[in-house]
């Protein structure tokens, strides 16, 4: 068995709150010893030791919002390359929305991108599969059949569950599996007609406004199916203020309710449409400068319980277009973490919270052993230069696509190394 010592590593676990330098020691696949205050002495025979050079030294991230086009749009993106993405990200588990083609709503295919998986990726993947069949909304798929094939969770993806009878069933059925509604707060009647954020800035671009009443309408019908049926519920990202003050109310009265955002809603605003940038569509829009820094204490004070990368791959030609026939989405995994840590660089949030809510959060909600520095957890893990300055140049991304709403932004810190089950799958090139 492999037996490898990281040392002078700054420990951070958000389940102890560990945030002291030490020394890892993995053995095969698991942790073997987390040491706060030990160095290099006393590692004996060990087969390997890497120093980490006083750099942070985290459970790997997990994205619990990633789009692949496996199966049926391979041209942007497999699941290896998202893999490979997602490792230079420090991503080591990503969790793979069900709008394929197929869609993922029958067991046969939630065994297909777990085979997939296993045979093409370097990351670990799980995969979510629909609520509805063909996620058409209307008629449900079996979640008992789709837990025990492997389904982590259910959800439309980038489509939400309009019929609130459908979603009450949903809701109730699940409860029966312990399984978790995974859901995208949308309004389609309020959206149908925008393009991005509404307000004084959409009017003088030309374009058709979104107004956050889209989402949060939906989110205070689905949680009042909540308190009706005793369901669990997590929103898939959020990007309106209504909608945290109605989180927080949910959570106040006892609801088993849980959100994320979006790491480029926490980082960007509808000010990055500017020059009509259609990296920058996404659905649902940037909002404004004051909503931004809400969504931003949400994350500080954990009333935001994850942040994803919102990883939607496009083909140049759906991206290249006028701004509102333009596709909605950008890649996110590389950029996950530097533009998370944006909060930490700007005082928004601590370092605690924010690897919290990319690590150990999304793993108490998809019931994981990961995002945990403890004896026994699997030793997924990510290395971080937290100064480290980069230019995003899209040209040097490995995603298949390279839509990415940060292009040429100046960002601050960076993935040094990736390990899944103790492995490295990622070392970032020395400078």
């Known amino acids: 068995m492999s037996v490898t010592a990281y040392i002078n590593a700054r420990l951070i676990d958000p389940a102890t709150g560990l945030d002291e330098t030490g020394r890892l020691i993995v053995e095969g696949a698991r942790i073997a010893a987390v040491e706060p205050g030990q160095g290099a002495e006393g590692l004996g025979e060990i087969a390997q030791v890497v120093d980490c050079e006083g750099h942070v030294l985290s459970p790997g991230l997990i994205d619990m919002r990633v789009f692949t086009g496996e199966p049926g749009a391979e041209h942007k993106e497999t699941l290896g390359t998202a893999s490979e993405a997602a490792a230079a990200g420090g991503v080591t588990t990503i969790v793979v929305m069900p709008n394929t083609d197929p869609v993922i709503d029958d067991a046969a295919l939630v065994d297909f991108i777990n085979r997939r998986a296993r045979d093409t990726t ?85 374009l058709g406004g979104i107004p956050e009443e889209a989402e949060s309408i939906m989110v205070e019908r689905d949680l009042a199916l909540v308190g009706l049926t005793g369901g669990r519920y997590h929103l898939g990202q959020i990007s309106a203020q209504k909608s945290l003050e109605a989180i927080a109310r949910a959570k106040d009265a006892g609801l088993n309710v849980t959100c994320a955002v979006s790491a480029h809603h926490l980082t960007l605003n509808e000010m990055d449409v500017a020059d009509y940038r259609t990296f920058a569509k996404l659905n649902p829009p940037l909002r404004s400068e004051e909503t931004r820094a809400a969504l931003a204490e949400g994350v500080a004070s954990g009333l935001i319980d994850a942040i994803v990368s919102s990883h939607r791959p496009q083909a140049p030609e759906d991206k290249r277009l006028p701004f509102a ?20 660089h700007e005082d928004q949030a601590d370092l605690m919270s924010v690897i919290k809510a990319l690590t150990l959060r999304p793993a108490e909600i998809l019931g994981m052993d990961t995002g945990r520095l403890s004896v026994g957890a699997p030793a997924d893990l990510a290395l971080i230069d937290l100064g480290f300055p980069l230019k995003l140049d899209p040209a040097h991304l490995k995603s298949s696509s390279r839509n990415t709403a940060f292009e040429g932004r100046v960002m601050q810190g960076r993935v040094v190394r990736t390990v899944v089950n103790g492995a490295t799958v990622y070392e970032a090139e020395a400078v």
Do not use: C, W
Not at 161 to 184: C, E, K, N, P, W
């Open 122 to 206: 370097i990351v670990k993947v799980r995969p979510m599969a629909a609520i509805t069949k063909g996620l058409g909304g209307t008629r449900m798929t079996e979640i008992g059949l789709l837990s025990e094939a492997g389904a982590v969770a259910f959800t439309d993806g980038d489509r939400p569950v309009a019929d609130s009878l459908v979603m009450r069933r949903a809701l109730t059925y699940a409860a029966r599996f312990g399984a978790l509604i995974v859901q995208h707060a949308e309004d389609m009647s309020l959206s149908a007609s925008g393009a991005m954020n509404e307000g004084e800035f959409a009017l003088r671009l030309g």
């Open 325 to 344: 026939e333009a596709a909605d989405g950008t890649v996110g995994l590389e950029t996950l973490l530097p533009a998370s840590l944006q909060l930490i």
